[in-house]
């Protein structure tokens, strides 16, 4: 089966194709988002393989309805990006990967709160200046420290067991509570709890037009002076503006971001001989207490296997006519 893969950086070359050895689907790489202008390249192709910031709204998908694409194999487990309802319409199916390695995403988000606490960053600066001076470079000990978890699903619930191994406190906060998570030794919030208590945020939910801007200026009020925020879910989830501003007044101690609202148009590309000219991302790289990576938090290679054997798997699903286990249903 003819696959267009878009978004595609030389790793997805090399663990799909070694995905796709005994399948044999005739894959077609494009290192270009699919959008609008971009959909002429998946013509007479069945399938189109697509990342988080990739464009599948209704106009796109009318488009690639037109050339003859009836699967969307998302490799990501985010979905907010395509227009299911717009999907249906055109006879087009949506699968996704359910679930790849929660370590990977759950570490970064640790990796991102040590670094953000002992100010790591800094310090890397500082000593290849030969500046061995450690003045502004205190941080504070997690032992003891309240860790909420926004999301407890399996990503949440690594990360929260992680944080209880340091000898953190951890509160969670989910529309969904499971047992899972009480079981490792953390309990649910009581309303007001995680504003007043929490010296650690940590994002681990979904996207959805419910939490989108989760994080605003009204919730950042409510935090306790200080707080710390990792967000290593989906960047629409923080409101960036209203995060700067807390961050300049001290309300917010610190931001570890490995999402952003509007990373579509900078992330996975190479910009550093160019202006960049979002001037909000410019404004957070400027502050001491903010460390950005580039939406790598999923980049392992435990993880990258998993979710090309599982795009894989969907397309043959498909390719034989059989359910797809991994189809992304309207509720």
């Known amino acids: 089966m003819k696959i267009a893969v878009f978004s595609a950086r030389n790793y997805d070359r090399e663990f799909l194709d070694a995905s796709n050895t005994t399948a044999g689907h005739q894959m077609n790489y494009f290192d270009v988002r699919l959008e609008a202008k971009t959909v002429p390249l998946a013509f007479d192709s069945k399938v189109v393989c697509l990342l988080t910031n990739d464009t599948a709204d209704a106009p796109v998908l009318k488009a690639l309805a037109a050339g003859g694409v009836r699967l969307v194999a998302l490799r990501c487990t985010g979905f907010n990006n395509v227009d299911l309802e ?23 988000a640790v990796a991102l709160l040590q670094a953000l606490n002992r100010k790591i960053h800094r310090a890397y600066n500082r000593t290849r200046d030969s500046n061995f001076a450690i003045d ?14 926004i999301g407890t699903g399996k990503i949440g619930r690594v990360f ?15 529309t969904t509570p499971t047992q899972e998570f009480t079981a490792l030794g953390a309990r649910y919030a009581e309303p007001g709890e995680i504003g007043a208590k929490a010296d650690i945020i940590s994002l681990h939910c979904p996207l959805t037009p419910e939490t989108q801007h989760l994080v605003n200026a009204e919730m ?8 710390l925020l990792i967000n290593t879910s989906r960047g629409g989830l923080v409101d960036t503006v209203a995060a700067t501003e807390a961050l300049k007044s001290g309300q917010l101690g610190g931001l570890g971001l490995d999402v952003y609202e509007q990373e579509a148009d900078l992330f996975f590309r190479d910009l550093s ?26 980049f ?30 309207r509720s």
């Open 273 to 298: 001989s160019t202006i960049v000219t979002d001037d909000v991302f410019e404004r957070l790289l400027s502050f001491p207490n903010v460390i950005v990576t580039s939406h790598q938090a999923f």
């Open 136 to 149: 502004g470079l205190m941080g504070f000990d997690l032992h003891g420290k309240t860790v909420a978890v």
């Open 220 to 227: 950042l009020s409510r935090l306790k002076h200080g707080a």
């Open 160 to 174: 929260a067991r992680i944080m209880l191994g340091f000898g953190c406190k951890v509160l969670g906060q989910d």
């Open 86 to 108: 717009a999907a249906a319409q055109c006879g087009i199916k949506v699968v996704r990967v359910v679930t790849y390695s929660p370590y990977s995403v759950a570490e970064h």
């Open 300 to 329: 392992t290679r435990e993880a990258i296997t998993t979710i090309c054997e599982t795009t894989i798997s969907s397309v043959n699903e498909f390719a034989a006519g059989k359910v797809l286990s991994n189809e992304i249903r």
